[in-house]
């Protein structure tokens, strides 16, 4: 526990340092919400699909947790050629510690990195319905959080080539995003595309805080958390064996 707590602890003093990462790394989710929440906002309120900026601050939020918490996992890779990776790997330490740390760093930086993003969802007029559910949407936010660590954690683990990690994390990560019904309505779509955004994680993230934050639009946010805890907990388990196979 002591080892999980450290590593926690180093990456999280990575990210309050890096002021230019934090502020870079709010570049997309903010062009996202003023660029397409005030521009099809008109469009999406004469299909009558309500307030587009209600509908958008949820998946916005995920968005900024899922591109921090993955690319998270290029550390272990800086690590790696930086010699701070073997100094760790050669420790009486068990290796399923070190991952679950990393990882659980990598989650509480991008969860961090959620609620800023919620901040200013906020002020650019997106309004929580139920407060009560705050609790909820936090433990929704956190979840994905960890589940999307454990995607960067597992990737980085399996390469050596810094400049080969962001390539394959955009051709995942974007797909992941855009097929999440973040921007879009999923009621009306063709079959194929139904399916797959039900087998999206990212599906569970978005609508199980939509469903925290106001009303609901799939499933039930019990039905989010539990499918995301489940999909958590398998990654969580490959990335822990991902990384223990590493070779230095």
Known sequence: MRVIYILCLRQ?????????RIIGSLGQPLLFLLAMGFGFGPIFRKAGGG???????????????????????IEIIWD?????LKETLVAPVSRLNIALGRTLGGAIVAFIQGLIVLAICLVAGFRIMAPAWLPVAFLVMFVSAVLFA?????????????????LI?????????FLSGALFPMAGLPRPLMLAMQVDPV?????????ALGPAVMAGVGADLVILM??????????SYVFARIEL
Do not use: C, E, W
């Open 230 to 239: 489940a999909i958590a907990a398998l990654l969580i388990a490959v990335a």
């Open 203 to 211: 599906t569970y993230g978005v609508d199980g805080l939509r469903n």
């Open 51 to 73: 307030n587009y900026i209600q509908f958008l601050a949820p998946g916005i939020v995920i968005m900024a947790i899922l591109f921090t918490a993955v690319f998270s996992g």
């Open 80 to 84: 790696r050629q930086f010699g701070f």
């Open 169 to 177: 994390m955009n051709f995942l990560v974007m797909p992941l995003f």
């Open 150 to 166: 454990a995607i960067g954690t597992a990737i980085g683990s399996m390469l050596d080539d810094m400049q080969a990690f962001p």
């Open 12 to 20: 999280m003093k990575r990210y309050l340092r890096a002021r230019a």
